[in-house]
Nanobody
């Protein structure tokens, strides 16, 4: 069974840090791309950061220099380290894996940044 399970969300003050974790089923770990998306209230889901097969990473402009995506191949884990959080980072964060054109999603974890 394919599973992506996020954890690590919560309430944090502006300027604080959180680390999101995503446990990925072994059958799809790696894939063509793994990453994090977010969806704020009333807004569309957007890409936050992703790692593409071959090792390159992409970040949306608003998080560059503050967020870092990483992976642990031994544990089938994907992480998102978020520093210097801002109220506009408040959203539900979703783990994503793309494998042979299929998109796999977790259920999301809520990050709330207070001003």
């Amino acid at each position: 069974q394919v599973q992506l399970v996020e954890s690590g969300g919560g309430l944090v003050q502006a300027g604080g840090s959180l680390r999101l974790s995503c446990a990925v089923s072994g059958s799809i770990f790696g894939g063509n791309a793994m990453g994090w998306y977010r969806q704020a209230p009333g807004k569309q889901r957007e890409l936050v950061a992703r790692m593409i097969i071959g090792g390159s990473t992409n970040y949306t402009d608003s998080v560059k220099g503050r967020f870092t995506i990483s992976r642990d191949n031994a544990k089938n884990m994907v992480y998102l380290q978020m520093n210097n959080l801002k109220p506009e980072d408040t959203a539900v964060y979703y783990c994503n894996v793309v494998r042979y054109g299929a998109y796999y999603w977790g259920k999301g974890t809520l990050v709330t940044v207070s001003s």
